[in-house]
């Protein structure tokens, strides 16, 4: 499996950014596919974003497309994920994983992928 460590949340104000970062362990870390997860108080987690191996193609939901931007590098087996203009529906456990695949409509993390600890977003409006 290939391990994360989420960084970079914190507590801001509505209109502020914030850029979370995403260690990978492995050496494997260009053959997968990364995305970002949330989790809000009281919901299910959700799909953020997602980017391909090489970095070509990026996915975004609806609610963060033209604020959020997924990149990574695979030198450094890190993906990123730069949030302006947040707002307090931004507020969530956000989350990173790799081997992410798309079903239908629903972001799945396949069996080479696991979740880490999160990193907490608190968006004060």
């Known amino acids: 499996q290939v391990h994360v460590v989420e960084t970079g949340g914190g507590l801001v104000q509505a209109g502020d950014s914030l850029r979370l970062s995403c260690a990978a362990s492995?050496?494997?870390?260009?053959?997968?596919?990364m995305g970002w997860f949330r989790q809000a108080p009281g919901k299910e987690r959700e799909f953020v974003a997602a980017?391909?191996?090489?970095?070509?193609?990026?996915y975004y939901a609806d609610s963060v497309k033209g604020r959020f931007t997924i990149s990574r590098d695979n030198g450094k087996n890190t993906v990123y994920l730069q949030m302006n203009r947040l707002k307090p529906e931004d507020t969530g456990v956000y989350y990173c994983?790799?081997?992410?695949?798309?079903?239908?409509?629903?972001?799945?993390?396949?069996?080479?992928?696991?979740w880490g600890q999160g990193t907490q977003v608190t968006v004060s409006s």
């Open positions: 994983a790799a081997d992410v695949a798309r079903t239908g409509s629903t972001w799945q993390v396949g069996d080479l992928g696991s």
């Open positions: 980017i391909t191996r090489s970095g070509s193609i990026k």
């Open positions: 492995g050496r494997t870390f260009s053959s997968y596919t």
